[in-house]
């Protein structure tokens, strides 16, 4: 089963430093609408990110989510170990009886190859910070998009607002 926790979280902190650099304000709300995830995904999300001091949120009518601390010094190892906690990349098999050289010794050879490429990720990902990975996504950028939109009030939050605007 694929494991979008990561690339979710990094989108999720990608879009709330976005969001602070334009001056504009970040929910669990907009941040579901603009990842076209599940809100409750995201507010899972949301804990081990806090927990971690990597975002901020605030509670109520006017509350938002903000980094905390500034995006040069959060990097991507952070947010994946934020999210993806204690499980690895690659999961070795069961001990196997041992009856040739090959399965009396492919746990340990292979326990060792997945630590080596998870120790090789993990130090790829502490190269980057939310900054750097700001600025390359604008000096790569080919969309001509511009700030993601404010979600549509659920249809009930309409008919309250046409009440309030009479």
């Not at 409750?40 to 949301?46: D, E, G, V």
């Not at 001990?95 to 292979?110: G, H, K, T």
Request: proline letters at 6%; a neutral charge; glycine letters at 4%.
């Amino acid at each position: 089963m694929l494991d979008y926790r990561f690339p979710t979280a990094l989108q999720m902190v990608l879009s709330v430093a976005m969001a602070e650099q334009m001056g504009k304000r970040s929910t669990s709300a907009i941040l579901a609408y603009g990842l076209e995830a599940n809100p409750s995904f995201i507010r899972k999300l949301m804990v081990p990110l806090t927990r971690d001091g990597i975002i901020v949120s605030t509670l109520g009518r006017t509350g938002s989510i903000h980094l905390g601390r500034p995006a040069a010094e959060i990097t991507l190892r952070d947010i994946y170990v934020s999210v993806i906690e204690d499980k690895k990349i690659w999961a070795a098999r069961p001990d196997v009886a041992p009856r040739c050289l090959v399965s009396a010794n492919l746990c340990w050879y292979f326990k060792s190859i997945a630590d080596e490429a998870e120790q090789a990720s993990l130090d790829v990902l502490a190269k980057r910070t939310v900054a750097d990975a700001l600025n390359e996504l604008k000096k790569r950028d080919t969309s001509n998009c511009t700030a993601v939109p404010e979600p549509e009030p659920e249809p009930e939050e309409s008919e309250e607002l046409c009440k309030k605007s009479r």
